[in-house]
């Protein structure tokens, strides 16, 4: 009788531990009004439209370039509070940095920040594109994707990538009070993602969801050559929209 009262205690017990936990509310979005956000690459069009979105919004931002001059002076140009400086001075002052730099110049910036982006939540939205007489085309980097180069490259900073499939045109227009899309985010860490996809919620009209891991990041990149297509056909500025989520 003693044994067989164990045996049912053991057994309750065991039932206990094995019960799932409570299933976390994906659009639970942590607050990030309080971080600074740095935009490499952010004097391109889609860096500066990227910077004045996220400023329009109350982020503060700061703007890096190769040449601090050339990136105070498209942050004056912002305004909204937006900084400027050099690349290196950017990353170091920032929280989270957003590589917008072109593709042809992607490693080597990142090779260069390696120190200053150690330890720092780094967003990847370089879309790795070529163009030819038949329009845009996607390349395949040696690593998979350009997310996953910057992932190679920066070992000791946290990768994601997102923000691939904005209009730089719709970005910058003062007159647009919502940018219409989804912006699909791609990390290892689901606490990093969340925390870009409510960056990109920051925005009007944006809504960031998860999308999966850095190695999937190459289809997502290479969407915005279908993207260009669509846009020179309807002369447009196509977007993203996932339905039924």
């Given at each position: 009788m003693v044994?067989?009262?164990?045996?049912?205690?053991?057994?309750?017990?065991?039932?206990?531990?094995?019960?799932?936990?409570?299933?976390?509310?994906?659009?639970?979005?942590?607050?990030?009004?309080?971080?600074?956000?740095?935009?490499?690459?952010?004097?391109?069009?889609?860096?500066?439209?990227?910077?004045y979105r996220l400023a329009r919004a109350g982020q503060r931002v700061v703007i890096g370039s190769r040449a601090a001059e050339r990136a105070q002076q498209a942050a004056g140009e912002i305004g909204l509070g937006v900084e400027g400086a050099e690349n290196a001075e950017c990353a170091r002052r920032s929280d989270v940095v957003i590589v917008a730099v072109p593709w042809d110049g992607h490693a080597r910036t990142l090779e260069s920040l390696r120190e200053e982006l150690r330890g720092k939540l780094v967003v990847d939205c370089v879309n790795p594109l070529g163009f030819d007489k038949?329009?845009?085309?996607?390349?395949?980097?040696?690593?998979?994707?350009?997310?996953?180069?910057?992932?190679?490259?920066?070992?000791?900073?946290?990768?994601?990538?997102?923000?691939?499939?904005?209009?730089?045109?719709?970005?910058?227009?003062?007159?647009?009070?919502?940018?219409?899309?989804?912006?699909?985010?791609?990390?290892?860490?689901?606490?990093?993602?969340?925390?870009?996809?409510?960056?990109?919620?920051?925005?009007?009209?944006?809504?960031?969801?998860?999308a999966g891991r850095l190695r999937n990041a190459h289809q997502v990149e290479s969407l915005v050559a279908n993207l260009?297509?669509?846009?020179?056909?309807?002369?447009?500025?196509?977007?993203?929209?996932?339905?039924?989520?």
């Open positions: 044994g067989g009262r164990i045996l049912r205690m053991t057994s309750a017990s065991s039932s206990a531990s094995s019960s799932p936990a409570p299933r976390k509310d994906p659009w639970d979005l942590p607050d990030v009004s309080g971080l600074t956000v740095g935009v490499l690459g952010g004097t391109g069009d889609q860096g500066r439209g990227l910077a038949k329009g845009a085309y996607a390349i395949r980097p040696e690593e998979g994707s350009a997310a996953q180069q910057a992932e190679a490259l920066l070992p000791d900073s946290r990768v994601t990538a997102a923000f691939h499939h904005l209009s730089a045109v719709l970005l910058a227009d003062a007159d647009v009070e919502k940018i219409d899309t989804d912006v699909m985010v791609l990390g290892e860490d689901r606490e990093d993602c969340l925390v870009v996809q409510a960056l990109a919620g920051r925005v009007p009209g944006m809504r960031g969801v998860f260009v297509s669509v846009n020179r056909r309807y002369k447009v500025h196509a977007g993203i929209r996932l339905t039924d989520v």
